[in-house]
């Protein structure tokens, strides 16, 4: 058995896309199904080939809008925890975040693990590789934002 993927359905694709780039992650590949009104977006970490051959992705499902025009609203399953990442360096990240209106949900106030939300509510664990780094402002003192 080999892992794939994780699917989360997006009501902007484009806004996800964007949040998403926001956190180094390309999309690698997109499928437009007609006649099932959908569109699978698949995205990755550069250079994360870290199972086998296949990149470990995000895919990112959008159902086109029902014929009636009407608008479907998918709202985050029970059992969905959230997604996790190591990154380089937390603190230039989570500047790069709120610098583009991302709300820093749970700060990285001990230089070690930070929370954000995606447009569509999905949350997103930031975590440092390596060791922890130093308490620095304004992380050390933001409260936490929300819920993450």
């Known amino acids: 058995m080999n892992y794939l993927h994780t699917m989360l359905r997006v009501a902007d694709p484009d806004a996800t896309v964007a949040f998403f780039k926001l956190l180094g992650l390309d999309e690698v590949?997109?499928?437009?199904?007609?006649?099932?009104?959908?569109?699978?977006?698949?995205?990755?970490?550069?250079e994360d080939t870290a199972i086998g051959d296949r990149r470990v992705e995000v895919e990112l499902t959008y159902n086109w809008l029902p014929e009636d025009g009407e608008a479907e609203h998918y709202t985050g399953g029970r059992?969905?925890?959230?997604?996790?990442?190591?990154?380089?360096?937390i603190y230039a990240l989570c500047h790069t975040?709120?610098?583009a209106g991302v709300?820093?949900?749970?700060p990285p106030r001990d230089g070690r693990m930070a929370f954000v939300r995606s447009p569509d509510g999905i949350s997103i664990e930031l975590l440092q590789a390596g060791d922890a780094k130093a308490p620095a402002e304004?992380?050390?003192?933001?409260?936490?934002?929300?819920?993450?």
Do not use: C
């Not at 059992?79 to 360096?89: E, I, K, T």
């Not at 709300?103 to 749970?106: E, F, K, L, S």
């Not at 304004?138 to 993450?148: E, L, Q, Y």
């Open 29 to 46: 590949r997109r499928q437009d199904d007609e006649r099932g009104r959908y569109t699978l977006i698949f995205l990755a970490v550069p």
């Open 103 to 106: 709300t820093i949900n749970r």
């Open 138 to 148: 304004p992380w050390a003192s933001m409260p936490n934002m929300g819920a993450w």
């Open 79 to 89: 059992n969905f925890g959230h997604l996790a990442y190591r990154v380089d360096d």
């Open 97 to 99: 975040l709120k610098e």
